[in-house]
């Protein structure tokens, strides 16, 4: 079966930059010149999807906002002549079909996920966290669906990490069972440094079957008294295949202050309009010390 269908979820509350996140959603926090958002959704259209659905919260009117058209915006740019503008504006709105829905209460990612049961319509879809933007020559998405349709399984997007980094993620308990491809028999969240199964985690890409509604229906509440998607996760792999693929791409997590300064950096490095300028400001920089 195709994959037609992204969830988004974009609700969380971006405490960690605080104190912009007050009135800024942390999604439309820019790389650049572009929210990091934008980027997610990109790579979902570029993958071939057709129709994203948002998870959003009270307070990220701005994401509905931003995908929305200015129809005021895009006739003072074409009076000013500034087309370059006007285009980019354009492509936006017109980028994919996005549907949005609340999730009324902080319960979880897994919770979110439940919230697109009536959007999945029984079929498989993918997911994509917003925390996580992946520069791929071929979007990492679109890597998850070839191998979803060699094995029509759910598929968890992953890569190694080092020992010392564990603790910050879910990790995969199981077996390599081809390139690039594990079997997944069971999931760790957060495992303390020397005691992970293995060094295999999650990175904020998922292909789901519609099986996994009725695993979070099961799923009871776990850290934070939050309904975990790791969990729910666990109790599919226990009912049918569950797989991992190391996708191939440089995954930055824009939801850690660390993370969003390296982007930005290599973002801005990437930009034929800005590449030199900058790289010589840093250069100074550093050699200042």
């Not at 969830?7 to 650049?32: C, D, H, N, Q, Y």
Request: hydrophobic share 40%; net charge negative.
């Amino acid at each position: 079966m195709k994959i037609r269908k992204a969830v988004i979820p974009a609700a969380g509350l971006g405490t960690r930059f605080l104190p912009a996140t007050k009135s800024v959603p942390k999604e439309m926090i820019p790389l650049v010149d572009k929210p990091t958002l934008q980027y997610i959704v990109e790579e979902a259209v570029n993958a071939g999807i057709e129709d994203i659905l948002i998870i959003t919260g009270r307070t990220k009117r701005a994401v509905e906002d931003h995908f929305d058209k200015s129809y005021e915006l895009e006739t003072e740019l074409e009076k000013s002549g500034k087309l370059e503008y006007l285009k980019a504006m354009q492509d936006i709105s017109d980028m994919a079909n996005i549907q949005y829905v609340r999730q009324k209460e902080a319960k979880g990612l897994g919770h979110a996920i439940y919230c697109a049961k009536s959007f999945a319509e029984n079929e498989p879809f993918a997911v994509l966290l917003g925390d996580d933007v992946v520069d791929a020559e071929k979007p990492c998405l679109g890597q998850m669906i070839e191998r979803f349709n060699e094995h029509q399984a759910t598929i968890l997007g992953v890569q190694t990490v080092s020992d010392e980094d564990t603790s910050k993620y879910g990790i995969v308990k199981g077996n390599k069972i081809g390139d690039r491809m594990y079997h997944v028999d069971d999931m760790v969240e957060k495992p303390a440094p020397g005691t992970a199964p293995s060094n295999v985690a999650v990175l904020g890409r998922y292909i789901i079957t519609p099986e996994i509604f009725r695993c979070l229906e099961e799923t009871k509440p776990g850290a934070g008294g939050e309904i975990q998607l790791t969990d729910a996760l666990r109790i599919l792999a226990k009912k049918e295949d569950v797989l991992a693929y190391d996708f191939i791409g440089r995954r930055y997590d824009v939801g850690s202050k660390q993370g969003y300064l390296e982007a930005t950096v290599d973002f801005a490095l990437k930009r034929p309009d800005l590449r030199e300028e900058f790289l010589q400001y840093l250069k100074k920089i550093v050699a200042a010390g």
